[in-house]
């Protein structure tokens, strides 16, 4: 049920990005299949995967052909670490289990941008592949901080620590670093370097139609909305079965859908500078304060 929901709200998600950057752009989005466009979504769903297949006669055929489909069963495999408040499913390592599949995630990536056996799509897939990592890093040393803090990679225990306060006004610098860091992880503008249109056409999935482009589609839009969701659960008191949760969820993704909209693209260089000079130092700073933080608070306690 979660995963059809997921791939249900990953089809509007699509509609409302096209409007978002409709408006933006001073023009209409999709508006004529059914009322305002609202079934666009699924005759777009229709028109892709009934589109023939094709198989690039260079390509790693296999590889080429269970990647994208390997890339959406991980996406939508990071759901299962969502806390059911309800007692019929709940993971105790959420976190780590998050950290596990998104560090899979990268593999998919790899794998679609080589067997294509295109220099495109290869360039592409490096570009991704390096980004990836690059903020991965720095994404495990600001989740490592909360655990310090709340001592448990149970995301329900995110609920009952941010019942008083939010962790947004507590880490407040690291929420900053979180967002950017979550741009980067998900492929999304000022980070898409991995679909640069002028120089790589359209990056990793340049040799992909109908149904293999549709999943890698659908995995960007799932993972999309999952660090919303995290986001939420993380900075903004995690109660899941609280309607103001999911509005907060559908904020923060049309935030992703504002910056798309807004923002010019980074450039390659500057985006690992950031990474690795900038962030990694500041974050491991916060992480040493946070470590001294509970560490003082531990002694007071004795």
């Known amino acids: 049920m979660l995963v059809v929901c997921v791939l ?10 096209r409007k978002v950057l409709g408006y ?18 699924f005759s777009d769903a229709i028109k892709l995967f009934t589109k023939e297949q094709i198989k690039p006669l260079v390509s790693n055929f296999n590889m080429y052909y269970f990647s994208p489909i390997f ?15 309800c007692g019929l499913f709940m993971m105790n390592f959420g976190v780590l289990f998050f950290l596990c599949c998104t560090s899979l995630g990268v593999y998919t990536m790899m794998i679609a941008g080589w067997a294509s056996n295109s220099n495109y799509s290869l360039l592409g897939g490096l570009r991704a592949v390096a980004q990836t990592i690059s903020y991965e890093v720095c994404l495990a040393l600001i989740l490592m901080s909360f655990l310090l803090l709340i001592e448990s990679v149970n995301m329900l225990y995110l609920f009952k620590f941010q019942k008083l306060i939010w962790m947004l006004f507590m880490l407040f610098p690291l929420v900053l670093m979180w967002v950017v860091s979550m741009l980067a992880e998900t492929n999304r503008t000022p980070f898409d370097f991995a679909e640069g249109e002028s120089e790589l056409v359209s990056g990793f999935n340049i040799e992909y139609s109908s ?14 909305l999952f660090m919303s969701m995290l986001f939420v659960m993380f900075f903004m008191g995690g109660n899941t079965l609280n309607l103001l949760f999911y509005l907060k969820l559908s904020i923060i993704s049309f935030f992703f859908l504002w910056v798309r909209g807004t923002l010019p693209r980074y450039r390659y260089d500057k985006l690992m500078n950031l990474a690795w000079k900038s962030f990694l130092s500041v974050v491991l700073s916060f992480f040493s304060f946070y470590l001294g933080l509970k560490l003082m608070f531990l002694v007071f306690i004795l």
Do not use: H
Request: aromatic share 18%; no cysteine; glycine share 8%.
């Open 8 to 17: 249900v709200s990953v089809a509007f998600f699509t509609l409302l990005e």
């Open 24 to 41: 933006i752009q001073i023009r209409k989005g999709p508006n004529k299949v059914g009322f305002m466009g609202i079934l666009q979504p």
């Open 71 to 85: 890339n959406l069963f991980l996406s939508l495999f990071l759901w299962m670490s969502f806390p059911l408040l």
């Open 211 to 224: 149904g293999g482009f549709a999943l890698i589609f659908l995995a960007e839009y799932s993972s999309i």
